[in-house]
């Protein structure tokens, strides 16, 4: 049965260790989002500085709200947050510990159920910290969703804006 215990102890660790490591990726892909979202940014002063027909004006305009969505969303990601993490030297392990040796003391195999009690214990407080975490990555993710999908909008009305300053006429030329 402590086998077992620790097994299931193990595989909710690793578990753990997975939900702080999403939240590392998600704020490195919010970073590299914000790259892309100055860039556009700097695109869009670019396009106001050469001089805009109408309907480039105003897809520029579109843009900068995009922009600033998704840059706003973007920074909200990268808000620090403070992760629930297990303490190694926490005073609350040995007091447990000492409860659980006054509650088994009169029980034969005391020990062998103190280490029982503890591993579920420690199994609880990790599904703790684990839902804690994936609350806070959920909260990430949904804030990298949203920039993603203004970012996404403002690459499009750049593209477009781009359209705007073909000549077609050196086109009907060459066709």
């Not at 097994?7 to 914000?34: V, Y």
């Not at 480039?56 to 629930?84: D, H, N, T």
């Not at 029980?107 to 910290?129: C, G, H, M, P, T």
């Amino acid at each position: 049965m402590a086998a077992i215990a620790e097994m299931r102890l193990e595989e909710i660790n690793a578990k753990e260790d997975l939900s702080l490591r999403l939240g590392d990726a998600l704020d490195i892909k919010a970073s590299i989002g914000l790259a892309v979202i100055l860039f556009l940014a700097s695109q869009t002063a670019y396009f106001f500085d050469k001089g805009l027909s109408r309907p480039g004006f105003a897809m520029q305009v579109l843009s900068i709200l995009c922009v600033i969505a998704a840059a706003g969303f973007a920074i909200a990601e990268l808000w620090p947050r403070k992760y629930v993490l297990p303490q190694p030297e926490s005073d609350i392990i040995p007091e447990r510990i000492k409860e659980l040796e006054q509650h088994y003391s009169q029980y034969a195999d005391s020990e062998i159920n103190v280490e029982k009690a503890l591993i579920k214990d420690e199994i609880q407080w990790a599904k703790n910290r684990i839902a804690d975490n994936q609350k806070k990555n959920n909260t990430k993710s949904n804030q990298l969703n949203r920039s993603f999908w203004f970012t996404a909008a403002a690459i499009v009305l750049n593209l477009l804006t781009v359209i705007t300053f073909v000549k077609w006429d050196a086109f009907k030329s060459i066709f």
